[in-house]
C-alpha cells in the first residue's frame, strides 16, 4: 500500500461525499486506501458511508479528532499518510507533484500552497506556504495547513497526535514534530482546498479556549527575529508574488468535477 488517506468525520453529510470523491479522483491509479474514522454521525453521513465499498470505515464514537486520527493511522498500511478532513479535497496535479517530489528527496514530510474557498465553493484567496521553516517558527505560527501535508508513516509511529486537544491539536502535534527534527521540504503546486463555512469544528465548538502557543512568549526577541527572518525569507523565495494563473479542479455540490483558471490570483494568510 503506497498511501493512506485519514479523514476524521462526524455530522458532515453536507460535505463528506465530495472529500470522498475527491480522494478517490486524486489517487486514481494508485495504491491507496481511504480510511474514515466516524465519531458517531447521526446526520445520514455513517449510512453513506456505509454505503461505499471503498472506504475503510472505523466507526465510533470517539474521544474526539485527534482520536479519532490516531484510530485511523493506527490501522493505515500506507507508507506515506495525509490527514484530510471531511470538508476539504485534494487537487489531483498538486497532490501528484507533492508525491513525486516526496519521493524523490527522501524527505520526512512535503507541503504546499493551499486554495482558500468559501462557502459555496468559490476561490477567496491562495494561502502561498512555501517557505521550510525552523523548529522556532512553528513556535509562532503554524507553518503548514494539514489539507496540504503529507508525511511518512513513521513520523506519526514516532509521535501520535496529542489527543487531549479538540482543536488545535495539529499545531501542538506539528510543533513536537519539528523539534524531533522533521526534514521538510515543500512544493509551490497548492495541494488541498480549505473552505471557510460556519459548520466547521472550531465554529462548533464556540470559545475552545484551547492554546497550542500556551508556553511561548511570542513577544520575546528571539520570537521576533524569528518571524522576521521568515518573512524575509518568504519575500525573496516569491512567497508574495501572485501567479499569473491557477489551474485547479474541486468537487461541487453537484457531485461534479469542475476546472477552474483563476487569473492573478489573491493572496492571503
Same mark, same amino acid.
Given at each position: 500500500?503506497?498511501?493512506?488517506?485519514?479523514?476524521?468525520?462526524?455530522?458532515?453529510?453536507? $460535505?463528506?461525499?465530495l472529500?470522498?470523491?475527491?480522494?478517490r479522483?486524486?489517487?486514481?491509479g494508485?495504491?491507496y486506501?481511504?480510511?474514515?474514522?466516524?465519531? %458517531?454521525s447521526?446526520? /445520514?453521513?455513517?449510512?453513506?458511508l =456505509? *454505503?461505499?465499498?471503498?472506504? *475503510?470505515?472505523?466507526?465510533?464514537?470517539?474521544?474526539?479528532? +485527534?482520536?479519532?486520527?490516531?484510530?485511523?493511522?493506527?490501522?493505515? @498500511?500506507? #507508507?506515506?499518510l %495525509?490527514?484530510?478532513?471531511?470538508?476539504?479535497? +485534494?487537487?489531483r496535479? !498538486?497532490?501528484?507533484?507533492?508525491? &513525486?517530489?516526496?519521493?524523490?528527496? !527522501?524527505?520526512?514530510?512535503?507541503?504546499g500552497?493551499?486554495?482558500?474557498?468559501?462557502e459555496?465553493?468559490?476561490?477567496?484567496?491562495?494561502f502561498?506556504q512555501?517557505?521550510?521553516p @525552523?523548529?522556532?517558527?512553528?513556535?509562532?505560527?503554524?507553518?503548514? &495547513?494539514?489539507?496540504?501535508?503529507?508525511? #511518512?508513516?513513521?513520523? $506519526?509511529?514516532? +509521535?501520535? +497526535?496529542?489527543?487531549?486537544?479538540?482543536?488545535? %491539536?495539529?499545531?501542538?502535534?506539528?510543533?513536537? &514534530?519539528?523539534?524531533?527534527?522533521?526534514?521538510?521540504?515543500?512544493? @509551490?503546486?497548492p495541494? !488541498?482546498f480549505?473552505?471557510?463555512?460556519?459548520?466547521?469544528?472550531a465554529? *462548533?465548538?464556540?470559545s475552545?479556549?484551547?492554546?497550542?502557543?500556551?508556553?511561548?512568549?511570542?513577544?520575546?526577541?528571539?520570537?521576533?527575529?524569528? =518571524?522576521?527572518?521568515?518573512?524575509?525569507?518568504h519575500?525573496?523565495?516569491? !512567497?508574495?508574488?501572485?501567479?499569473?494563473?491557477?489551474?485547479?479542479?474541486?468537487?461541487?455540490?453537484?457531485?461534479e468535477?469542475?476546472? =477552474?483558471?483563476?487569473a #492573478?490570483? &489573491?493572496? /492571503?494568510?
Amino acid at each position: 500500500m503506497d498511501i493512506s488517506i485519514v479523514t476524521p468525520v462526524f455530522n458532515s453529510f453536507r $460535505w463528506i461525499e465530495l472529500c470522498v470523491h475527491s480522494v478517490r479522483h486524486a489517487l486514481q491509479g494508485r495504491g491507496y486506501e481511504h480510511i474514515v474514522v466516524d465519531g %458517531g454521525s447521526t446526520d /445520514g453521513t455513517l449510512e453513506y458511508l =456505509k *454505503r461505499q465499498k471503498d472506504i *475503510r470505515l472505523i466507526p465510533g464514537p470517539d474521544k474526539g479528532m +485527534y482520536h479519532a486520527l490516531n484510530k485511523g493511522m493506527a490501522t493505515a @498500511r500506507g #507508507r506515506i499518510l %495525509g490527514h484530510l478532513n471531511a470538508d476539504e479535497q +485534494y487537487d489531483r496535479a !498538486g497532490l501528484a507533484h507533492a508525491l &513525486q517530489k516526496l519521493d524523490q528527496t !527522501g524527505a520526512d514530510a512535503v507541503f504546499g500552497p493551499t486554495i482558500m474557498l468559501d462557502e459555496h465553493l468559490n476561490f477567496l484567496y491562495l494561502f502561498n506556504q512555501i517557505t521550510v521553516p @525552523r523548529p522556532i517558527d512553528a513556535d509562532w505560527h503554524m507553518p503548514v &495547513q494539514t489539507c496540504s501535508f503529507l508525511y #511518512r508513516r513513521e513520523i $506519526w509511529e514516532r +509521535y501520535p +497526535y496529542p489527543a487531549e486537544y479538540r482543536v488545535v %491539536g495539529d499545531h501542538a502535534w506539528f510543533r513536537r &514534530q519539528m523539534k524531533l527534527g522533521l526534514k521538510l521540504i515543500s512544493v @509551490r503546486k497548492p495541494i !488541498g482546498f480549505f473552505p471557510w463555512h460556519q459548520d466547521d469544528i472550531a465554529k *462548533r465548538l464556540g470559545s475552545h479556549g484551547e492554546n497550542a502557543l500556551a508556553d511561548v512568549n511570542r513577544k520575546s526577541l528571539p520570537m521576533r527575529l524569528a =518571524k522576521l527572518r521568515f518573512r524575509i525569507h518568504h519575500l525573496l523565495e516569491g !512567497g508574495l508574488m501572485r501567479p499569473k494563473s491557477m489551474d485547479w479542479e474541486c468537487f461541487g455540490f453537484d457531485q461534479e468535477l469542475h476546472h =477552474k483558471l483563476t487569473a #492573478r490570483p &489573491q493572496l /492571503g494568510a
